[in-house]
């Protein structure tokens, strides 16, 4: 099974952009679809974006779609999500997450099999 540690996240202001990062090891990353998730403190947790085990396929929740960029590269076994024109609402423990080809683009956290543990994004107004 593989693994997913994430990175990337920080402070930032309003307006600004930051580059989240899920490394994958143990098994190989391109034989799943991915995502990205959100949780901000007392709220569900919201889908971000996802993308297909080729990035060929990507998928974004209405609220991020032309702020945030989502990307994989399989030889480096890591995903990435751009973000930018940050908002205070943004801010959130982001999580990346692993599912079956089958599932790309899914929208729905039970349907993913792996999560990482986590990195907080605070962007201040």
């Known amino acids: 099974q593989v693994q997913l540690v994430e990175s990337g996240g920080g402070l930032v202001q309003a307006g600004g952009s930051l580059r989240l990062s899920c490394a994958a090891s143990?098994?190989?990353?391109?034989?799943?679809?991915a995502g990205w998730f959100r949780q901000a403190p007392g709220k569900e947790r919201e889908f971000v974006a996802a993308?297909?085990?080729?990035?060929?396929?990507?998928y974004y929740a209405d609220s991020m779609k032309g702020r945030f960029d989502i990307s994989r590269d399989n030889a480096k076994n890591t995903m990435y999500l751009q973000m930018n024109s940050l908002k205070s609402e943004d801010t959130a423990v982001y999580y990346c997450?692993?599912?079956?080809?089958?599932?790309?683009?899914?929208?729905?956290?039970?349907?993913?099999?792996?999560w990482g543990q986590g990195t907080q994004v605070t962007v201040s107004s």
């Open positions: 993308i297909s085990w080729s990035g060929g396929g990507t």
């Open positions: 997450a692993a599912t079956q080809p089958t599932n790309a683009g899914s929208r729905y956290p039970w349907q993913y099999d792996v």
């Open positions: 143990g098994r190989t990353f391109s034989s799943y679809a």
